[in-house]
C-alpha cells in the first residue's frame, strides 16, 4: 500500500494587497446596506405622509361641507340666593370667591361651600413630614420604568 500525505493545514494570507481589500468589501458591504436602510425608510416616510396628507385633505372636505352642528342646551334658572359665606377671620372676599369657583367647578351645580376658614400652620416636625424636595427625590428614584 501507498501512504497518501494530506496537507490540511490553511496558511492566511497576510499580504498588505489581501488585507486592503478585505477592509475595503466590508466596509463597502456595510455602507451599501445602510444607503439602502435610509432610502427604504425615506421611502416608507413619504408614503406614509402622503396618506396621511390625503386623509387630512377628506377630513378638511368633510368638515367645509357640513355645517357645524351647535349643542344648545337649556339652562336652568339661577338657583334662589343662598346665604353666602361669611367673610370672616380676615379672608378677603376675592379668596372666597375663588374658592367657591374652584368648588363649583369641581363639584358641579350643587356645590354649596358653607364656610371657610384658614388652617393653623405649625412647625412641621422632620421626623413625621418629609422635605418636599426628598419626597421628589424618593418619587423620581422609586418610579417603575
Do not use: C, H
Request: glycine share 6%; proline share 9%; aromatic share 4%.
Amino acid at each position: 500500500m501507498d501512504v497518501y500525505s494530506l496537507a490540511t493545514a490553511i496558511i492566511p494570507d497576510t499580504t498588505v494587497e489581501f488585507t486592503a481589500t478585505l477592509i475595503v468589501a466590508g466596509l463597502s458591504v456595510v455602507l451599501g446596506i445602510l444607503a439602502l436602510l435610509i432610502i427604504v425608510v425615506k421611502v416608507y416616510g413619504m408614503i406614509v405622509s402622503k396618506s396621511q396628507g390625503a386623509n387630512m385633505r377628506k377630513n378638511k372636505k368633510k368638515a367645509n361641507s357640513a355645517p357645524p352642528q351647535l349643542n344648545i342646551v337649556n339652562t336652568p334658572p339661577p338657583a334662589p340666593a343662598k346665604k353666602a359665606a361669611p367673610v370672616s377671620q380676615g379672608i378677603s372676599g376675592e379668596v372666597i370667591a375663588a374658592i367657591s369657583a374652584a368648588v363649583y367647578m369641581m363639584e358641579g351645580e350643587g356645590a354649596v361651600v358653607r364656610s371657610v376658614t384658614p388652617v393653623r400652620t405649625q412647625t412641621p416636625n422632620p421626623v413625621t413630614r418629609r422635605n418636599p424636595w426628598a419626597f421628589a427625590a424618593i418619587t423620581e428614584n422609586t418610579r417603575p420604568f
